[in-house]
């Protein structure tokens, strides 16, 4: 009878054993998986500042460049225009076709970069909003992460206190059975 108690407490405690060690290399995973989230969301928030500090300022320039560019030009064909050969203060636009020509056109080629620029900032815009959505998963899968290697340490820990008793309960066990073949042997 004590003999199969102790065969099945050795069963009991061979079962744990591999529990626990398919528990401790989960832990492994999740440790592995947490580390590969964190790394990732650092690279996430690198390019979230990255997004929201350099396109701006460039943006910004190149705009505020063009600008002067045109203001420049401008100045310069009202100067032509005022600067006729008649003498006549007045601008007569009509007269001269090209700097009509060439002020629509420059109007035109402002038009379309000012269209490109603002499709690219709100192509920015989109980048940046799904980086914070896929930050937020990120954070929020880390934490789910957390929670469940907190359960695997709690159920671990429950399995080896388990393991612990058993084991005691085991040696307690052969020490009775030792203790009554000796005593069996006396009789004898």
């Not at 929201?52 to 310069?76: A, C, F, I, Y």
Request: proline fraction near 2%; include cysteine.
């Amino acid at each position: 009878m004590m003999t199969e108690e102790l065969s099945a407490v050795r069963k009991q405690l061979h079962s744990q054993a591999q529990v626990i060690e398919s528990l401790t290399q989960a832990v492994h995973r999740l440790r592995q998986e947490k580390e590969l989230q964190q790394h990732s969301i650092s690279h996430l928030k690198d390019k979230v500042d990255q997004l929201q500090h350099t396109p701006h300022d460039s943006l910004e320039s190149v705009l505020g460049k063009r600008m002067e560019g045109l203001k420049n030009e401008l100045r310069n064909l009202q100067q032509q225009m005022f600067q006729q050969s008649d003498g006549d203060c007045t601008p007569d636009l009509y007269s001269s076709p090209g700097i009509v020509q060439e002020l629509l056109e420059s109007k035109r080629v402002l038009w379309q970069e000012y269209e490109s620029i603002r499709s690219g900032m709100e192509q920015l815009k989109q980048n940046l909003d799904q980086q914070r959505e896929d930050l937020f998963s990120q954070v929020s899968a880390t934490h789910e992460i957390r929670r469940t290697q907190s359960q695997y340490y709690k159920m671990l820990e429950d399995l080896m206190n388990g393991h612990k008793t058993q084991t005691q309960d085991l040696d307690k066990a052969r020490s009775e059975i030792q203790g009554t073949q000796l005593e069996l042997s006396k009789v004898k």
